[in-house]
Nanobody, 122 residues
Framework: EVQLVESGGGLVQAGGSLRLSCAAS????????IGWFRQAPGKEREGVSC????????YYADSVKGRFTISSDNAKNTVYLQMNSLKPDDTAVYYC???????????????WGQGTQVTVSS
């Protein structure tokens, strides 16, 4: 059974930092691109960042470039999203998703986690 379990969300003040974790199981971690989408109330779902577990290539949305960093620990089957300089606009539910390719991940996400709430206060 495929599982993507997110953790690390919470409430933080603007300018602060959070680190999200996504623990994956049920598929061959090294063969997948894994990353984060987010969705705020009344807004479209947005692909935030993704990393290929096989070659380390990454994708970032323009809205988070320079502030967020994605990384992967293949020994732990876990992907991390370090979020710095957080803004109120970053407030959303963040979902971990996995697909065999970054292109596929950007297109449709693939497997999904349950999500974790990130709230940035002004």
């Amino acid at each position: 059974e495929v599982q993507l379990v997110e953790s690390g969300g919470g409430l933080v003040q603007a300018g602060g930092s959070l680190r999200l974790s996504c623990a994956a199981s049920g598929f061959t971690f090294d063969d997948y691109a894994i990353g984060w989408f987010r969705q705020a109330p009344g807004k479209e779902r947005e692909g935030v960042s993704c990393i290929s577990s096989s070659d380390g290539s990454t994708y970032y949305a323009d809205s988070v470039k320079g502030r967020f960093t994605i990384s992967s620990d293949n020994a732990k089957n876990t992907v991390y999203l370090q979020m710095n300089s957080l803004k109120p606009d970053d407030t959303a539910v963040y979902y971990c998703a996995a697909d065999p390719s970054i292109a596929g991940w950007i297109s449709h996400g693939g497997y999904w986690g349950q999500g974790t709430q990130v709230t940035v206060s002004s």
